[in-house]
């Protein structure tokens, strides 16, 4: 027998039972049903499973870049996995539309019976971001009470294992660390980029003090300018410098980790750097998506409840509106873009270098 | 003891442990698991919880409007609660950007596992088709074999009640019908409006007689235009006209109701028919997303499938662009534009009609 | 002649020979073109395009409303002005992402040569910004050097001068000062709703002590959540509060305006109330849109040039990131949320009121 | 002096003077100013801006494939390019939502003053047809009357130009006949394919006959669905059936194009094949949001104009709805997906072959 042929119906495979039996309104039990309460539940229970599949795609890139080295053909794997992901948080954003169908009113009608049931108990949502690589220590609490409580004690072991072990920023990070292309025989590619850098900047400086029909005011600005550039260019010419940074916690990535990322987006154009180059940016889609949803998110908690205290106790709208900003992971990986020069002073890379990063099958043609 | 305050856990609030235990892939069982069927899975939960959702808000409506006469404010309820069905429409469109990032390829892996389930196989659709108005004769068959089978005996029965029964269609039209400003004492709108309509067709039928310099072929397209708008008008100026194509069926709206709609339209500007106008919009809005959706759908399959026949054994594409046009609910009230004519020909109401459409607390101001 | 029908073809009609003529690029004139610089103009003329039909409805709108009194069917035109301008920012949000297709890097390739240009110099976002009602005052500056050069003199008298005239919030606020129904006849709206929430707080606080099968924190966090809303219905019980409030900056919109909102909010469903209620959620749609587009414009411009200054001379991300929250009009018409309670603790309108808020012809059915 | 550093103003570089001097409203002259034609002349504006750049990045990615062969790199920038273009078309079609906000009676408005002035007429968009691939002869005429007159004889004259030319489809029809692996010494790719595909029939047929626990119903239904994919399959194994289907206008791309684009859907994961793969899944996007908004263009045709005829004289609804599945360039591509069969019966590749995939830099890892 052929057990791939056996048949199945469509509500079985979906488990429509299961599916479609979850929804119990609290107000039913209490008083008289609060109409809109079916859609506080449903709405919270698709953003559960859109969690569970993003999980299950985040997942799997993880294990993807588990290994000591990244196979070259899961890079695209990793990009069209994290591709979904945007596609997924895209949808998560623009779903608040929405919730907020549902009139502060309509909310007050069952607001009530959901004491202390709060989205700061998704379990989900916290391995989501515990796995991306939101420390602990880096988390703004949202309440006074202790966690204790939030979570079953089952589920906060989970958590305490994922926390020990590598997080996404950490596998990032260590694939970064692995890339071989920073010195490569007499070619290294820091020295290089200082050099390119620092004729940028003077031709930048000669211009500006020679040129007499901008106003001063205007010349200030420029030189203004230049000089905030030259720290961040500072922290890259001087280890020393980013590993202070690190401390301060105004960095996360380490340096070596910083220079290949810059590496890979100045020599995007590489065939070999391509898709380590479009992964980076996924990363970055990824990273934003989360923060627009946040930001998202707080715009709506406003809307509904004014100055009111959450359900789960915290101060609603001020809490979520700092979090949009402090829990982001990849901040880093946005900031390259700080350390780029323009293509006009790209060190060439030497040939035999060029050479490596292109397909065994362009030699041919040649 | 005060019920409303027992405490309640978001997991189980939400019913987490069903939501989230009822992905199985089949793929597991009969070979190595395929990562991409997760999604399948859950995209598909997803639409049903949505569907759920958007019966629960119809079915509101439909009750709202079951009763002889519909209070005012229940009209504004209603256009909240399509407002909230069009927003959950539009993110059923846009998810399926969600879908096509899984390739044909990947769908391969598991397709062989599903047969024969298939969307058509969805109870909640269906039920929202029905609910909707679309009738059994109207709908298009999508396979050879025989309906038995689709759907359950009990569920079965539930459909053919509910064709039984009124559907939303059923309920707008009776309560057009209703509408009481047709014949106001001296004023009979019908005649008002012809009366407007030959005005209209007179003068712009002199003038571009009378106008020299256009070309004879633009005159000609311009007397084309004008000749294939009268035969509209002829069905509303003659209602033996509008039975006749209502049996052919090119039209489904009853005359009167169409006569109701067409005012409601023409005079939005009064406060009394300012909710009943935003109401019908709120129709075309849902009609009109449904087909977007439709259309989408058919694309989404086309690219994942080609021409390989669906699990249920439709013949994919073709079959579901089809229904997108066939299966419309609400055409007529889009086609009430067409028996639209500019304000400047709009006839005058009687101050006493005017006054009757207004509200108390204006006299006070007058 | 008939005037009415002089032809026109497309190109004219649209004046494309001026539009299509506009995309100058500079990095032409001066070195090789940069592909992406025509992304770049295209996409901040789109946004001007925009702008001036925002500027377009948003006048109309303050113009219905600068009458002495407002005509009620003005307010559903006002309504449907407002949904034109916030589906408008919709499109505004969602192009970003096409802005996020030119990378870093790409942008590099001309960004030298835009300077000093700069959104900032935007006449007409300023000229949207001041038609709201955001105060001079109230502003953040985004550089140290004066804002002189910004503008030529002519648009910056055509700035103050709007900054003097009344403001959409200015007006909004009037009209909802004149709302007639606060006080009638017996029925004082205040008194009544101040009575209610006292049951209501009362209620709350004797079943929270009673209970016993909830924990002592939980206890606390929800004794602590009525303490903080109580904090907020102060404001409203004691007019004197709520100036001190304004003086102070934490509030804007006046007592009398505040209240009034708070009722049309509260009996919404009542006919008359119906519009209103709709035009200020529309205000509220407004505001948070625009706010989500700022801080979604800080999220591009922080991946576009990480820590780089603007080309204006602003701080860039953090600036832009500042605006989004301190930049917000309508933050009263958010708040009005905190102060709304339960249907079932609503004072009863007397008869008399809710006649004069209904239809005339309603009193024909009855 | 450095040319670079002289100044501009934003005003200045956008050319505003021009771009929102460009509206110029016609019912200002004949009548009283109707308040929606402004946002009718700013949406056909800014449509025309964004096709501009369409046609700019397009123009950009055929000039990279108009050479003999196409540099791996500049795979790379076409994929974005049409990424680019892709997320504009998503803009294009999301605001229609804008222009929906004018409703039917207010088209009216000013509806007559813009004879014969019509979407048909604008080049950029004709151009555009013409780019991608949309031959005169399978063009669907949109009215009685000739062309003449629609473009003027400069414009019609550059359209020939661009029909002579290789259009988009030529030029990714012509690479793709260049790929180089279909026959790699002694593997030839569509012998292997060949032999997989009966492998995998004859595996279906036999276990659909021994399988004695699904109906007769079910059975039929699945012997039905492997003839037809029997069907397509044959075209690909004879080239005549292939050559036959292109005369009889049901396929469009050349057989060898057929193959190879088969070719790279299947062995996407090699290095060398996957920015190729992402190529082509690109140009499906492109082809397929064009198809969306030609749906969507229809529909709200439909709704504001219900069965009138177009201002140029088409028969609206009818005539749009019918391009929409007609005026598709890339058909032939999405049809791939008949063709592919699941990875466990995909024939595996030469070593050598595999290693010519793949980068240089690998040989060095292994």
Known sequence: MDKELSSIHYDEYLQLKKILDAQHLRSVGFNKPAHDEMLFIIVHQVYELWFKEILHDLGSVMELFSEGTVIESHIGVAISRLDRISKIQKILVDQIDIIETMTPLDFLDFRNYLLPASGFQSFQFRQLEVSLGLKRERRISYTQCSYSGVFSDKEQKILDELEKGDSMFDLV?????????????????????????????NREEQAIESADYISTQEKQLRINMMGETKTYFNSIFDEAIHDQKMKEGTLKLSYKATISALL???????????????????LVDMDELLTTWRNRHAQMVLRTLGQKIGTGGSSGYDYLKTTADKHRVFYDLHNISTLLIPRSFLPELPKELKEKLDFNFSKDKS
């Open 173 to 201: 990070e260590k694939w970064l660390e692995r890339t071989p292309f920073l010195q490569f025989e007499a070619f290294d590619f820091v020295e290089e980029y200082k050099k390119s850098v620092g004729l940028m900047l």
């Open 264 to 282: 890979i987006n100045l020599y995007r154009d590489e065939p070999l750097l391509r898709q380590p180059f479009m992964f980076l940016q996924k």
